[in-house]
């Protein structure tokens, strides 16, 4: 075998099969935007799905790559196994070959078996195939097995079933037969079982190194299995375990894939990993090495790709796999926060090989130190809360409970479990889980498009289908608002079923030849204007546009105003200028506040979302701390630099890799293909966008900032104006101020001035006038300054005061009881007070007398009385209620519940 770094084996690997004619293609975003039936990026051949389907075409019909994937959720969850294990991951790269309809099986077995053997060494006399055996109706693979027969005895290709040799993505989508290679460490490791079942042993002599999936079928939601149209390749090798394999290690955290963090883990904390120091004990702080080492590449490489960690969905799973490695950081004896300090060593180790961990770096830094900071902050304020809980729990901690301690304090369920454990106590996981669940659905909800999926439209036959697919999407929108004698191709009804035509008020989708109309997409918003007949005079308002499906054109939703529209009409189709112009400001806006706010806040800033409409932007993006007034008026000011720069906006059509090697900024989110559209404003932005655009930076006008704030852990988001509603917003802004100096009758520059001098009176009579309620309230300075002795009743030998008092807050209320129960010296004092609608009781006891009456006892009895409910110490204590009108009767009653407590409880000796 030939002895290789990891970065050594990946550029190898997409070097041989470039060499054979594959496409090297980037890795996908582990986020993967355009698939809502991920989590995250699972397999390599996410990226080509549509062309697995034949709902894409590409220029190439083999490709290569070094894909990035993440396996925390469904059958692909390895999170839990994470640490015990010496072989799996969270984070993992996937080196894969694909073919699209170009060659099979006959060629993609010797593709592998000239890699592993010819340029990387294996011994061929170690190397196990597996094929697929036949099951579930499905039938044996004799393709597969004659091909292995050219390279490895019979009794080194073993047939395995469903299990073991039929890959799927996920529930539904390309799934087929597949044929591994495994690789045999040696009969001198250890086997469980007396006779070792060779790969399909759970022992470790043989280790999977490459799997074959033979794309055949699309599982459909009924589990039907249907043929693709060109049956595909799928291969997929970890880089992990062939590095292990090359590199002559059991585990794969003893490669360089995970050294070079392991050295950094132990600089950082008290920890020494066994492994790299021979002759010390495995432990728990292997594993939790290990857990740390792993989670570390997993939450950089999330991050990276716009992940943030939140309470739902995808946040949520980034988050926990971030506090797991936290947890796991203080069994190694770490008390600060450690983890952001480890990022820089996967961009140093991994920065050539995917650039966004490179140039992201301080920005992952920023999320993971946030996210320590606010996790030590959760142990502070949740733990007492989880140790209450326990406490009244007995046995089991019920799962709603746990969920509330998670979703209200962020106790992790592993932490929660720990923490049960040590004192006795389970916890309900399936309870957890379901409502963990129930909160994920309704994430989901949230996040739906409106767009329709392809299924939803429901075609008259195949043909009108096919008819459709073979037009294209074809948008004129970029040159020109109005297009003129196109054909109508399709009609649907509001339900989404094909028909023959549209009439007179009736809602319903359109298809066009060819449309200026542009589809929501990247942020901004889709256009709305006219479709008309100058033949039939038939008319319609077009209210949006959908996706009809990949290979499908868009679609207009529109409402017919006049007329009849059929198939085959010539229509002039044409976009609200006016709407349109809006939002193409609003869009080159966007880039410029992309670009002045990476120069004002740092090149940390990612974008993380866009809203752009025609009255308004709104862009969300990666930071750690509130704008600034002053940096927000800095933006602003370059901004509208930009804008009186009247810089020409240039677009064009480039190699996606060459737009993105050039510094082009690729949106969150977003899909691209092999080319991509470029949007540049010369010397100031370059960004990836299919959006419509001024043609220079002087048509927007003025832009103007309205406002800055959080929406999510180190998100903020800025809404903003362009052009005329600028305008509009300055004028609205400058009638309130003038307004408001009206009022104070002082000139602009008075008008600060004058108000904070209303202000401090405001103060001066506020405390003037508590000063005197108080003071009527306790008779000072009065010939009443005796009241509270005079109103004092003795109950049970005891002097209280219950009175009703008017016109106090909350606080002055604390404060008359405090002065009222100094002056009785040795006393109770009950007090009411309507307030805002609400009755307030406050109830102060004398030192001398807290054992026998506390004041958190007469409270809780009390505040029924007025509908509510409180409690306090035993020297002061408070509650409010909702029944104003009762506060006469709570005082009333207060001399019993008081009576009842002195008299249960003898005065002390």
Known sequence: MIRMTANEIRRSFLKFFASHGHRIVPSSPLVPGDDPTLLFTN?????????????????????????????????HNDLENVGPSLRHHTFFEMLGNFSFGDYFKADAIPYAWSLLTGVWKLPAERLHATVFAGEGGIPRDEEAYTVWRQFVPADRIMELGLDENFWSMGDTGPCGRCSEIHFFRGDHLPCPVPVCRGVSCSCDRFVEVWNNVFMEFDRRQDGRLTPLPAPSIDTGMGLERITSV???KLSNYDTDLFTPIIRRIEELTPARYGP???????????????????????????????????????????????????????????????????????????????????????????TILAEEQRFDAVLSEGLPK???EITA????????????????????????EDIAASQGVAVDREGFEKAMETQRRQARAKSTFEAGRADEFVFTGEESRAQLESAGDRFEGYTTTLVQGVPVLALFDEHRRQVDELTEGQPGFLVLERTPFYLEAGGQVSDSGQIRSEATGAQATVEGLSR????????????????????????????????????????????????????????????????????????????????????????????NRE??????????????EDAIAAGAMALFGEKYGDRVRVVSIPDFSLELCGGTHCTATGDIGLFLIVQESGIAAGTRRIEAVTGAVAIEYVQRQRALVSGVLDALNVRGEQGVEAVQRLQADVKRLTREGSQLKMKLATGAGSADAGASHDEAIEVAGVRVVARRVEGLDRGALRDLADTLKSRLHAGIVVLGAATGGKASIVVAVSAELRGRAPAGQIVK?????????????????????????????????????????????????
């Not at 009849?564 to 189709?573: E, G, K, M, P």
């Not at 204590?877 to 008081?898: C, F, H, T, Y």
């Open 43 to 75: 397999a390599g051949m996410n990226q080509f799905k549509d062309a697995f389907l034949g709902k894409e075409r590409r220029e190439y019909t083999r490709a290569t790559t070094a894909q990035k994937c993440m396996r925390v959720s469904g059958k």
């Open 246 to 248: 090359l590199q002559d």
């Open 276 to 366: 790299l120091h021979p002759g010390a004990p495995s432990s728990v702080p292997d594993v939790s090495v290990r857990v740390v080492a792993d989670h570390l590449r997993a939450m950089t490489f999330l991050i990276a790709d716009g992940a943030v960690p939140s309470n739902e969905w995808r946040g949520y799973v980034l988050r926990k796999i971030m506090r797991r490695a936290m947890r796991h950081g203080k069994h190694l004896g770490v008390t600060q926060p450690f983890l952001h300090q480890l990022v820089g060593v996967i961009a140093r180790e991994m920065g050539d090989a995917y650039p966004e961990v490179r140039s992201h770096r301080e920005a992952i830094q920023h």
């Open 386 to 388: 989880l140790e209450a």
């Open 393 to 416: 729990a007995s046995k089991v901690l019920a799962g709603d409970k746990a969920f509330r301690l998670y979703d209200t304090f962020g106790l992790p369920l592993d932490f929660i």
């Open 548 to 639: 009809g499906g990949p290979s499908l054109p868009r679609v207009h939703r529109v409402r017919v105003t006049g007329g009849r529209f059929h198939v085959r009409d010539l229509v002039t189709a044409e976009v609200d200028r006016e709407t349109r112009d809006a939002t193409r400001r609003n869009h080159t806006a966007t880039h410029l506040l992309h670009a002045a706010l990476r120069q004002v806040l740092g090149s940390h800033v990612k974008q993380a979302g866009s809203l752009v409409a025609p009255d308004r932007l709104r862009f969300d993006f990666i930071h750690f701390g509130a704008v600034t007034d002053d940096e927000i008026q800095r933006i602003e000011r370059i901004v």
């Open 643 to 656: 804008i009186y720069r009247n810089a020409p906006v240039e677009t064009e059509v480039r190699p996606t």
């Open 861 to 909: 009895q009390l505040a029924p009385i007025v509908g509510g409910g409180g409690g306090g110490r035993a020297d002061f204590a408070e509650a409010g209620g909702k029944n104003p009108e009762r506060l006469d009767e709570m005082l009333a009653q207060s001399r019993q519940v008081i009576e009842r407590l002195l008299t249960t409880t003898a005065p002390s000796a």
